[in-house]
């Protein structure tokens, strides 16, 4: 691609391997579906968000090199914002995207150059529920989509993860499966897409109801505590 890369590839491969020490110790990790990732991008990896742990573990449970779209507020102290964005950390801020224009700019250098990006569709943790889902940047990734079509790129493959989490004994099990990608018609419209989405993640997670709205007034709340957002 055009331009610097952001993450650190060297180490993030040496956090993986570490990262699949400790979690090993600590979890019973069953993961699912590696083999339907698309052994090329652009893709956009989106999985559920129950907790904290749902980040490291997308990385290790994907066998590709990843970056994160994650909120801006994670970035604020300067060796936390260079160590996130050595493990390919994308800080974006979600109320006021003007300051982001730098990194949507690198978001789409990604996509172009078929780079995988993990992308959180609920925005924020919803512990055994399923969340809304947020379409503003989803929205976002289908302009661009029409974008590299005018280029003769490819589309982009948008992958729903589960995450499943069970208590048994000392060690939790952790049930992680990897979906079908799914490829938004050119035109397609946000909403509906992210609808589709998060219905895909809810049955890959073993959910079922519908969508975990947050009370009146409690949505910015949640949404500050998000470790990576999708508006």
Known sequence: MDGR???RDRLYK???IIGH??????YNLKIEG??????????IILPKHQFWTDIP????????????IAKRELFLYPLVRHFLIAMGGIPLDRLKPIKSLN?????EK???????????????????AIGPGKHGLIQRLLYWQEKMKRNGLKRIAFIPMGLNYSSAGWRRNIEIKI?????????????????IIIQEIARLSGIQGAPNLPPEGKEEERSASSCAMGN
């Not at 590696?34 to 893709?43: R, S």
């Not at 996509?111 to 055994?128: D, H, K, Q, R, S």
């Open 5 to 7: 890369l952001w993450r």
């Open 57 to 68: 573990l997308v990385g290790l449970s994907v066998p590709k090199l990843l970056s994160y």
């Open 21 to 26: 020490l400790c979690f090993g110790l600590i």
């Open 179 to 195: 979906g079908e990608p799914i490829y938004a018609p050119y035109e397609m419209e946000s909403k509906e897409f992210t609808k």
């Open 110 to 128: 990604l996509l172009e150059a078929g780079e995988f990006i993990v992308l959180f569709p609920e925005g924020t943790y919803y512990p055994n």
């Open 103 to 107: 990194s949507f700019r690198y978001i």
């Open 14 to 16: 040496i956090i993986k």
């Open 34 to 43: 590696q083999e339907k990732i698309p052994a090329q991008g652009p893709a």
